[in-house]
């Protein structure tokens, strides 16, 4: 669990470095906007933990229809309603709108995917 939190903290930097739209509002110094990634990270995963399951099943005929490109669309609301909830605890990260967190889903997708792609263990061969 601590793993996945670091490889979301880890996309959601790089979404949150490379695109405008989705910013750091912290100033000082780098560990305290490090420890601020981490907190987006765990809010992020407490979101997809508890809300995704319900949007998939919402729209999974969407789903079906577009080949799971729906699901850029899922995670865009999913990384907008993180940015509604840092908000409301006060954490200085957000994002400005839907197409920015479209983007930035579609970031954050590739960034961990490459991330897990080289993070993940691998399978044991058994004798």
């Given amino acids: ?9 880890l996309a959601l930097a790089v979404a949150t470095w490379l695109l405008p739209g989705i910013r750091l509002s912290y100033e000082g110094e780098p560990a305290g ?9 765990a ?6 933990a508890v809300i995704r399951p319900l949007f998939v099943f919402v ?17 865009a609301a999913l990384l907008m309603l993180t940015s509604w909830v ?8 957000g994002v400005d709108g839907f197409w920015d967190a479209f983007w ?3 970031m ?6 490459l991330v897990n792609s080289f993070v993940r ?5 058994h004798s």
């Fill in 121 to 125: 263990p691998r399978g044991e061969v």
């Fill in 104 to 106: 930035g889903a579609l």
């Fill in 33 to 41: 906007a490090a420890l601020t990634m981490l907190l987006v990270a």
């Fill in 86 to 93: 840092c908000a409301q605890f006060g954490v200085p990260w």
């Fill in 1 to 9: 669990m601590i793993l996945r939190i670091l490889v979301n903290a």
């Fill in 108 to 113: 954050v997708s590739i960034a961990s995917f």
């Fill in 43 to 48: 809010i992020f995963g407490v979101v997809n």
């Fill in 59 to 75: 729209t999974s005929p969407l789903l079906l229809i577009t080949l799971g490109f729906f699901l850029l669309v899922v995670n």
